[in-house]
């Protein structure tokens, strides 16, 4: 897996969950699922990022990632 999106799928995700807190705490549940759910969306992207770029370092061993 590339580093740089693991990286960036673990600030996703922490920033859905600190987000999803501050709405909580307000009283916007509703709004704190939907941040919950927005940074566990985009931190799969960056790991399917990740995924892809393994694939196609392995099929193509002059492809950088």
């Known amino acids: 897996m590339n580093d740089y999106h693991m990286r ?3 600030r996703e995700f922490s920033k859905g969950a600190h987000n999803a807190r501050d709405k909580a705490q307000h ?3 509703l709004n704190a699922a939907g ?7 985009n931190a799969a992207v960056e ?3 990740s995924a892809v ?3 196609s370092a392995a099929v193509n061993p002059n492809h950088r990632s």
């Open 8 to 10: 960036k799928a673990g």
């Open 27 to 29: 009283g916007h549940l």
């Open 35 to 41: 941040e919950a759910i927005g940074g566990t969306a």
């Open 47 to 49: 790991l399917g990022k």
């Open 53 to 55: 770029e393994g694939v």
